[in-house]
């Protein structure tokens, strides 16, 4: 098991945003984290980053060894990583620029050029975009250039916190599709998404929060063939 949650709740002054989660993720899997806007996905993706502002109680533990109060630069060396919703590229900032922000902490040159290059052949549409500035990208592509910035610190765990916002049909296809391309290559996946039905078809385990609990966890496709459980939770998309 790569990641557990053991008790963990997170309050922004009176407000509980996550009651008392307890749950692993195992190594090697794609693990989806579903629920509506406020049920408390994002919290828990910044608390594993170390960024969340709220008051933290409970234990986050990477390899069974607990993160503590960790700061950032050292959970991102630990092996962990997040593409966070809405992108926040480095807009005025080339696709080259983003992506070599993403191994800013790494002194392995060797390294970093050869997860470049792996990056690239995982998004060919990028090395056609290198010199383009982020901001002037399609929402598709710039959605590529965060996740790539993202695996450009070589992690072991990578976050996912609604890849697939705001982008058309078939980009979302093919979005969804790099989630499982990006396991293939031995990085377990997190993943926080609103379009339910996508995440639990490329997802292995699935947990669905409401009002910052956890109300419904097992096997994606179990989830995905109950109708009670997407009627009540998930809904229709």
């Not at 922004?12 to 629920?35: H, K, Q």
């Not at 549409?125 to 965060?146: C, F, I, K, N, Y």
């Not at 910035?149 to 078939?170: C, F, I, K, N, Q």
């Amino acid at each position: 098991m790569i990641l557990e949650v053991r008790g963990l709740s997170i309050h922004y002054g009176g407000i509980c945003a996550v009651d008392g989660l307890s749950f692993g993720i195992e190594t090697g899997s794609i693990v989806a984290i579903l629920g509506a806007n406020g049920a408390g996905k994002s919290s828990l993706l910044k608390a594993f980053m170390g960024v969340c502002p709220g008051r933290l109680r409970g234990e986050i533990l990477l390899d069974g060894a607990p993160l503590g109060r960790a700061a950032p630069d050292r959970i991102v060396r630990a092996g962990l990583a997040l593409s966070p919703e809405g992108r926040q590229l480095f807009a005025g900032l080339s696709v080259a620029e983003n992506l070599a922000m993403g191994a800013y902490l790494r002194r392995d040159a060797a390294g970093v050029k050869r997860d470049r290059e792996d990056i690239l052949a995982l998004f060919p549409r990028l090395r056609e975009r290198l010199r383009q500035l982020a901001g002037t990208l399609s929402g598709g592509e710039q959605q590529m250039v965060a996740v790539g910035r993202a695996l450009m610190s070589a992690p072991r765990l990578l976050l996912l916190d609604e890849p697939t916002l705001g982008l058309a049909p078939l980009v979302i296809d093919e979005i969804m599709a790099l989630v499982g391309a990006i396991r293939d290559r031995g990085i377990t996946v997190v993943l926080v998404e609103q379009n339910a039905s996508k995440a639990l078809a490329r997802s292995d385990h699935a947990h669905v929060m409401e009002k910052g609990r956890i109300v419904m966890s097992g096997p994606a496709r179990e989830l995905a063939s109950n109708e009670e459980i997407v009627s009540a939770y998930l809904g229709t998309a």
